[in-house]
């Protein structure tokens, strides 16, 4: 069976040019089918249903069409791209055509490809073992569990000479598990919108929920989300963007939610790294929060426009107003629905609650005092711990009267929620009232310590922990998936601020909450070059909204303090893809230090030195870091200096400029001689080593690179050691030493692979490719260089294309193999990144 993929996006980008399209593409098929003796079935739309006496001769058409469907010109220069399923099993005629499981099985296969790919079933593949046709061969794709079928079924891809060979995963019901927040509770009352927002995403790629703060936009999404899982083969993601204010970091957080490798997938060429990624996937993406973005939502339609497949399920306040967008406004729950919203929240403070008709006139009444928003019942329920339904009714209606203080300006819906929120906080003592705006600066949420180091101490000495518990007893605090950390949803937060600046404790609990982030940027930077450092990026990154909103704030009222956290973390912010994040934190602080700050200017331009380095920008890099030379040598540190010219050393080499290079390396190396700091007279030795390597001098690498090695041995900087036994491999590697090489870069391999430091791994797979080819393992070089290049494609990593990591005559082994060498490298591409460190390293899986 064959069809072809996004035809109803070709229709309506051709219009009446579509019919001329669909009779060359039938023509080409109807051609092939004719010269090996097929019999077609049936055609529905674009659709064929074609027959054959044997399988060699289904392939050869198949082959056949995909090369004439490439090779042809189509209307309006479009790219028509089929996919194709060949199944091999008993046909029963009924009438005219076939029925049976068979018939289903083939049409499922089919369903589940690519355009431009050719699927096979295990019973097709037996029957061309020791027939296949001339420069065609097949790539196991393993089981997979297609719609309707009662068992997984084992699939292969057909590759032949001159067709594409590497596609996304297939389309089948092992979908993607990505990471959905858990809903604190069942959703109610909304079935009805569930069904029409489903209808609309079976149509449009863009659909955006609308609505006040509390009106339950994201609840409703993660509800969707659940419903829609097996309508999105290729998985649901949850993308979080209330903290995001830079429209084009939206593609690194959505590849984050995506668990793609770790790279910066912002800017023009990350977004279409991004979109190559995503594609042909039917997958659907939640993009929370999204109404600050502004006019830079149109980062979105950049987005859907280079990736056709995946659909977009948006919350926001407002409306996105992109092209493609459809709008669906959520509005309150009906009464019947926000009564037992009331009931189902209440239960879980009071189990034995009973309703009579009094009590449940009273709920009624909450329900419509509220204005029917779920948060807002949800917070009224929270109150039958201590009240009944009628005390919580009666006091309700006097007390929002009175606390609705808000802009007069705001919409009905959502000053009801603001007035209800301020009735919870009223109920508050003091105490809880300072923690509860103490969450205002807690965006990423909090653990029970966080809080104590930043909110003010009480009077009264009250426990923080009784605090959180009466917050969460309201309803205006939450915990999180961890035992002690504690959340607040963007409304609630909103009102946090805004009372936190109206008591006159701003200052003091955004200084302390920079103070608390400053201590753990200063611990933690150090040790993101140890051992540890897996485990300290983690807790960077659980703290990394925190992050965000302590720097702004910082940054604004007090530079230095700002120095102290964005300095000490920029390795965070480039092992986890914050490149481009990083780089404009750095660069909006160094603007606002005063002349006089030289220590802090001094750590600002290290840190943006190497941010640039890696985004490989390397003539601001060099800026950067010979300002830091200037500012040291102002300072008068020999400690600093020997750092900052080591550090210019590598933009200057990699631009070239290797005498240069090697002097600054001298400089630094002889004040870490007298400093007796041994860990960087190490590092000068690495980096003399790389130096001889880049001019040739590999008898010379070799020394400077093992001595660097020894000199790190004991040394907490793993990081470090790494890099020396890498480059020390790779230079054994120069000179043909591929048992030497292999024990170094294996060690080395595993101090960095835990960590998910993907640059290193991609390099570290060009030594192993090169440790197969040199021993003449066609096979392990090829799935290896398939793995590095896609990884290479997907990340927009090109360290890896320096000629010295070049993996030895790769393209005379892939020619020689001819269609055997494109399945070894689409073998290659397919593995994830712990599959092939895995196969790199030789380890079970």
């Not at 969450?439 to 009264?460: I, M, N």
Request: glycine share 10%.
């Amino acid at each position: 069976m064959t069809d072809i993929e996004g035809s109803t996006r070709l229709l309506a980008d051709l219009g009446t040019e579509y019919a001329r399209l669909l009779l060359d593409h039938h023509a080409i098929v109807r051609g092939e089918l004719a010269r090996h003796s097929g019999i077609e079935v049936s055609t529905e739309g674009d659709s064929f249903f074609l027959v054959f006496r044997s399988a060699v001769d289904a392939v050869r058409t198949a082959v056949g069409v995909q090369r004439c469907l490439a090779a042809h010109a189509w209307p309006g220069g479009r790219i028509v791209r089929v996919r194709i399923g060949i199944h091999t099993g008993e046909g029963t005629t009924a009438g005219e055509g076939y029925v049976g499981m068979d018939v289903h099985r083939v049409a499922r296969v089919s369903a589940a490809g690519h355009g431009g790919q050719i699927l096979l079933t295990a019973a097709t593949q037996a029957l061309l073992e020791g027939h296949w046709p001339d420069g065609t061969g097949a790539v196991p794709l393993g089981a997979h569990r297609l719609k309707d079928l009662p068992a997984p079924e084992t699939l292969y891809q057909l590759v032949a000479d001159g067709l594409t060979t590497r596609f996304p995963p297939l389309r089948s019901l092992e979908a993607p598990v990505y990471d959905l927040p858990t809903a604190p509770a069942p959703i109610l009352g909304r079935d009805d919108d569930a069904a029409r927002i489903a209808q609309l995403l079976a149509g449009h790629r863009l659909v955006t929920l609308t609505g006040p703060g509390g009106v339950g936009k994201t609840r409703l999404a993660l509800h969707l989300a659940e419903l829609l899982r097996e309508d999105f083969p290729d998985g649901v993601a949850f993308v979080p963007l209330a903290e995001v204010r830079d429209p084009e970091l939206v593609p690194d957080e959505i590849a984050r939610a995506l668990a793609l490798p770790t790279a910066s997938y912002s800017g023009a060429a990350g977004i279409a790294r991004l979109a190559d990624h995503l594609r042909g996937r039917r997958a659907l993406l939640i993009l929370d929060n999204v109404e600050q973005l502004g006019d830079g939502a149109e980062v979105i339609a950049r987005l859907l426009h280079a990736a056709p497949g995946p659909r977009v399920l948006a919350t926001s306040r407002g409306p996105l107003r992109l092209r493609e967008e459809q709008r669906y406004p959520v509005e309150a729950l009906a009464r019947d629905a926000a009564v037992a919203e009331f009931v189902e929240r209440a239960r879980t403070v009071r189990p034995d609650l009973r309703l009579g008709p009094a009590e449940q006139d009273a709920v009624a009444r909450i329900v419509d005092g509220v204005g029917r928003l779920p948060l807002a019942v949800e917070l009224a329920a929270s109150r039958v711990g201590t009240l009944s339904p009628a005390e919580i009714a009666d006091r309700l209606g006097s007390q929002l009267g009175l606390l609705r203080s808000g802009p007069r300006d705001l919409p009905h819906r959502q000053q009801t929620l603001r007035s209800t929120l301020l009735w919870s906080y009223e109920l508050l003592d003091g105490p809880a009232r300072r923690t509860f705006a103490a969450f205002a600066v807690f965006p990423g949420g909090a653990t029970l310590e966080a809080l104590e180091q930043v909110v003010p101490p009480s009077p009264a000495g009250a426990d923080v922990l009784e605090t959180v518990e009466a917050l969460v007893d309201q309803g205006l605090v939450r915990p999180g998936d961890g035992a002690d950390r504690f959340s607040t949803l963007q409304v609630v937060r909103e009102l946090a601020g805004e009372l936190l600046e109206a008591d006159g404790d701003g200052a003091r609990v955004w200084r302390r909450a920079s103070e608390r982030l400053a201590a753990l940027a200063g611990r933690a930077g150090p040790r993101l070059v140890t051992a540890e450092r897996a485990d300290w990026l983690d807790r960077l990154q659980a703290e990394h909204d925190n992050l965000r909103v302590a720097l702004a704030w910082a940054t604004e009222h007090d530079p230095v303090l700002a120095a102290g956290i964005a300095a000490p973390v920029w390795r965070y912010w480039q092992m986890r893809g914050y490149l481009r994040e990083g780089r404009a934190v750095l660069d909006a602080v160094r603007e606002r230090l005063g002349a006089e700050d030289l220590r802090a200017r001094y750590a600002v331009l290290a840190a943006l030195g190497g941010i640039a380095y890696w985004q490989r920008d390397l003539p601001a890099g060099e800026t950067a870091c010979a300002e830091a030379v200037r500012v040291a040598e102002q300072l008068d540190d020999p400690s600093a200096l020997a750092e900052a010219l080591y550090n210019l050393s590598f933009p200057v080499w990699q631009q070239g400029r290797m005498a240069e290079a090697a002097a600054l390396a001298d400089r630094s190396q002889q004040l870490f001689a007298e400093l007796g700091d041994t860990d960087g007279t190490a590092r000068t030795l690495w980096l003399h080593g790389i130096l001889a390597v880049m001019t040739g001098d590999l008898g010379s690498a070799e020394k400077l690179l093992a001595e660097s090695v020894e000199r790190h041995r004991g040394s907490p900087a793993a990081f470090h050691l790494g890099w020396s036994l890498r480059m020390l491999g790779r230079t054994l590697l120069l000179q043909g030493r591929a048992t030497e090489a292999r024990s170094r870069v294996e060690e080395s391999m595993r101090l960095f692979a835990p960590a998910g430091d993907v640059s290193a791994v991609l390099l570290h797979l060009s030594d192993f490719a090169t440790i197969a080819a040199l021993e003449g393992d066609d096979e392990r070089t090829l799935r290896l260089a398939g793995a590095l290049e896609h990884l290479k494609r997907l990340t927009g990593t090109d360290l890896v294309d320096h000629p010295v990591n070049a993996i030895p005559s790769l393209a005379a082994t892939v020619a020689r193999h001819g269609a055997d060498g494109e399945r070894l490298l689409a073998e290659g591409a397919a593995m994830s990144i712990a599959e092939v460190v895995r196969y790199a390293l030789q380890e079970p899986a």
